[in-house]
């Protein structure tokens, strides 16, 4: 594989205290540009972390975007997969002062893979979140938006248009 596919969905960020798990991905259909993905507890429990701490960015998905905390640890609940968070002080102060009332997990379906120096850890991974202003599709969890990224691996994944 030389791409894995980056898909980022939208929630409602809602966490009465710092550092409580919030949902990542609500079970159910979640579409976006023609791809239907079925969350059910069994697929939600397949979900798991890379070897380091995923980035929760504070208003942007862009890779350069401060974090303002890390996932440690993944649940799954009777609603959906949960996450939960390890703010960092200008995280806590964001989370405490309301600066965000949505986020957008960042993950790596089952069909895609990341390269890490302890290897290829195949999908579904939750590889970062991020806290967000505006919602892409109201408050419906949906497909925020999808990227390509590029790896040193060496074969290639066919990826239909419509994912970029």
């Not at 205290?17 to 969350?39: H, Q």
């Not at 959906?80 to 949505?102: C, N, S, V």
């Amino acid at each position: 594989m030389s791409k894995s596919q980056t898909a980022y969905i939208i929630d409602n960020y809602v966490v009465t205290k710092t550092g409580d798990a919030y949902r990542l991905l609500p079970f159910g259909e979640i579409k976006r540009g023609g791809v239907t993905r079925e969350i059910t507890p069994e697929y939600a429990a397949q979900f798991k972390l890379p070897p380091f701490a995923p980035p929760i960015k504070l208003g942007s998905h862009e890779d350069t975007t401060p974090a303002g905390g890390h996932l440690i640890k993944l649940e799954v609940r009777e609603d959906g997969l949960y996450g939960y968070p390890e703010f960092t002080e200008k995280g806590m102060k964001a989370m405490d002062e309301g600066d965000y009332r949505f986020h957008s997990p960042e993950i790596i379906w089952d069909e895609g893979a990341l390269e890490t120096s302890d290897g290829i850890i195949a999908g579904p991974l939750i590889v970062g979140d991020a806290l967000l202003h505006t919602p892409y599709l109201g408050n419906a969890p949906a497909f925020y938006s999808t990227n390509t990224k590029e790896t040193d691996m060496q074969e290639n994944i066919q990826v239909p248009k419509s994912f970029l």
